[in-house]
């Protein structure tokens, strides 16, 4: 089964699908300094997922756009998104995870935030769809699935209860 088909008109995603391929992608981009972040709240589940799937010690580490926003006036610092590396930054190989990838200001935003912790050696970026529509130069290094999707609907990553993912397409308001 595609894990992204359209049918009438409707997306559909099978989000355990795209997991499962974006597993497969992450183990084909560590290296044996790599560390997994992933950005806050969709990554980080991901990220947390793959620490123990791909059987790696410890943590995966979360990091936070919210204090690097463009838009940090409007939207606003969340309770919940704080930044937690348990590893040391500098030099090290870091395979940053989102679970969509947009118009790039998550990503500059994230850079910025990283940046404050270290210097890493290279930043790999892994994201589970890519629904191009981007700002700024920015692109995965490897994306599950690519997609359209019109700006007036955004897509959404969920997590059950047993951790399982599912994605919501929702309209703009």
Known sequence: MNPASAASGVLFLDAEALYRELLHGVQRLLQPHSQLVGITSGGAWMAERLQKDLGRPGDAGVISSAMHRD????????PTAQTKLDFDVNGAHIVLLDDVLYTGRTIRAVLNELFDYGRPSHVTLAVLVDRGGRELPVQADYAAARVSLPAAQSLA???DAGGLFTFQVQSAS
């Open 157 to 159: 990553l969920a997590r």
């Open 71 to 78: 838009d940090y006036a409007s939207r606003g610092l969340s």
